[in-house]
């Protein structure tokens, strides 16, 4: 294992993301970032997203010195490094060669699904908005530095069987799975984002992965066309997961 271990899960909004991190942190042996491209993000496209003053305030405003301290030590020395990316930060001016210095990952989630929950923080929803295209975009970008496609992991497929996708990601990392990956603490963290108000309300209140279950994912309007906007590219993905 290289010192850290630099592992970049790549998900849109909406997704398991933020338990995953959970999970990551709760091993002891894991430092993580909650979505350190945030505030560079919105510094930079002034989208209005709930909280966005005080995200920019917190968070580094210039991607490129995100870029550089994500390439360095790890907080706290650890040798493991757990960072939360969302797709759609990655601005098409965000240069990309520092990425596959990282160990990738790509986390992804049915559409209607994602775009059900986000319309419940956010009036509005874009294609752009839920990083599917960008991950799509993602892939192939990664394929073409490395030679090897990412693994990508299912969120409908990880909730059926946690445990065995975290064994399975722990081997393919070079660590030891634990069980403290499983179950943690509710409440919040020192390691979430200052908007963890606006969007973590379900995640503070767990102490472990939901139980899979189906969802109402009925969307009309530009909802629904958002979701049909990102069949394709999330399709294209779906069939290219792991599926253990």
């Known amino acids: ?7 970049a899960m790549w998900s849109g909004p ?21 979505e350190p491209l945030y505030a560079a993000f919105l510094s930079d496209t002034q989208l209005d997203h709930p909280g966005r003053d005080e995200v920019i305030a917190a ?13 360095g030590n790890a907080p706290g020395t650890r040798e493991i490094w757990y ?3 969302m797709t759609h930060h990655l601005l098409p001016h965000y240069e990309r060669n520092w990425i596959p210095k990282l160990t990738n990952i ?8 994602v775009v059900a929950s986000y319309v419940k923080s956010r009036a509005t929803v874009t294609p752009e908005d839920i990083g599917i295209p960008q991950q799509r975009k993602l892939h192939d970008e990664i394929i073409e530095a490395t030679g090897t496609a990412a693994p990508i992991i299912d969120a409908g497929d ?11 990601l722990c081997k393919y990392l070079g660590i030891e799975f634990t069980n403290r990956m499983l179950h943690w603490p509710a409440g919040r963290r020192e390691s979430d984002g200052v ?5 973590y309300a379900a995640v503070e209140a767990s102490t472990g992965f939901e139980t899979w279950h189906t969802r109402d994912t009925a969307l009309g309007g530009d909802a629904a ?19 253990i």
């Open 1 to 7: 294992m290289s010192s850290p271990l630099r592992i």
């Open 14 to 34: 909406r997704n398991i993301s933020t338990a995953m991190m959970r999970a990551w942190e709760n091993r002891g042996d894991c430092a993580v970032s909650d």
């Open 59 to 71: 968070g580094e405003s210039d991607y490129k010195k995100v870029v550089s301290d994500l390439l």
């Open 83 to 85: 960072q939360k990316h």
């Open 106 to 113: 790509l986390l992804i989630r049915d559409p209607s699904e």
């Open 158 to 168: 990880f909730l059926r069987s946690p445990e065995k996708y975290l064994r399975a």
């Open 195 to 199: 908007w963890a108000p606006y969007w």
């Open 225 to 243: 066309h958002v979701v049909e906007s990102c069949r394709a590219d999330y399709d294209f993905l779906y069939q290219r997961r792991w599926i």
